[in-house]
T-cell receptor, first 112, second 118 residues
Framework: GDSVTQMEGPVTLSEEAFLTINCTYTATGYPSLFWYVQYPGEGLQLLLK?????DKGSNKGFEATYRKETTSFHLEKGSVQVSDSAVYFCALTPGGAQKLVFGQGTRLTINP | EAGVTQFPSHSVIEKGQTVTLRCDPI?????LYWYRRVMGKEIKFLLH????????ESGMPNNRFLAERTGGTYSTLKVQPAELEDSGVYFC????????????????FGEGSWLTVV
């Protein structure tokens, strides 16, 4: 079945460091790919998405590129801030379906 | 435009009691979903409504869970009787009608209802 595998956390970085959170997927058809973020004490928010191969989603300085050849959707940010501390979830919707399949989440902590 | 709203935000109940969670989707969103995350594990799909009909309930864990969406507006998720392993956060989400198979409709989440069963 469809699945998402995320880089295991927790991840701790210093402010202004470069961030990569790896995400790979297994899916039939042509899934859409998403990154959701959950800040402390808040709900899930859509961070960015990509709906077809080679699309790049971007938001708040974060980027992820839909790589069909490597079945990956890695999240990157060039310079992280303390306010980026949160849990990040990679997810997909299988082609033609509306059901989100999530990875296990990666807790990110940024120290000043 | 109001987002997806959930009530209660937090609930602590004893094992064997009943809890009912409510979700109000974004206005105009025919699709409504319930997900849950238990004990730091991945977020898992529970079920999907299209208007008042259950489109997919393959993720419902057992018959102690009952979801309804009368009239196709708000939805309730009842857990009766609650067990310790039901503790976690229950997310509701909604999205617009899916117009094409590959449109990748964005799914918007509420802040979750945090359930603790003691």
């Amino acid at each position: 079945g469809d699945s998402v595998t995320q880089m295991e956390g927790p991840v701790t970085l210093s402010e202004e460091a470069f961030l990569t959170i790896n995400c790979t997927y297994t899916a039939t058809g042509y899934p859409s790919l998403f990154w959701y973020v959950q800040y402390p004490g808040e709900g899930l928010q859509l961070l960015l998405k990509a709906t077809k191969a080679d699309d790049k989603g971007s938001n708040k300085g974060f980027e992820a590129t839909y790589r069909k050849e490597t079945t990956s959707f890695h999240l990157e940010k060039g310079s992280v801030q303390v306010s980026d501390s949160a849990v990040y979830f990679c997810a997909l919707t299988p082609g033609g379906a509306q059901k989100l399949v999530f990875g296990q989440g990666t807790r990110l902590t940024i120290n000043p | 435009e109001a987002g997806v709203t959930q009530f209660p935000s937090h609930s602590v109940i004893e094992k064997g009691q009943t809890v009912t969670l409510r979700c109000d989707p974004i206005s105009g969103h025919d699709n409504l979903y319930w997900y849950r995350r238990v004990m730091g594990k991945e977020i898992k799909f529970l079920l999907h409504f299209v208007k008042e009909s259950k489109q997919d309930e393959s993720g419902m864990p057992n018959n102690r869970f009952l979801a309804e969406r009368t009239g196709g507006t708000y939805s309730t998720l009842k857990v009766q009787p609650a067990e310790l392993e039901d503790s976690g956060v229950y997310f509701c989400a909604s999205s617009r009608p899916l117009r094409t198979a590959s449109s990748g409709n964005t799914i918007y989440f509420g802040e979750g209802s945090w359930l603790t069963v003691v």
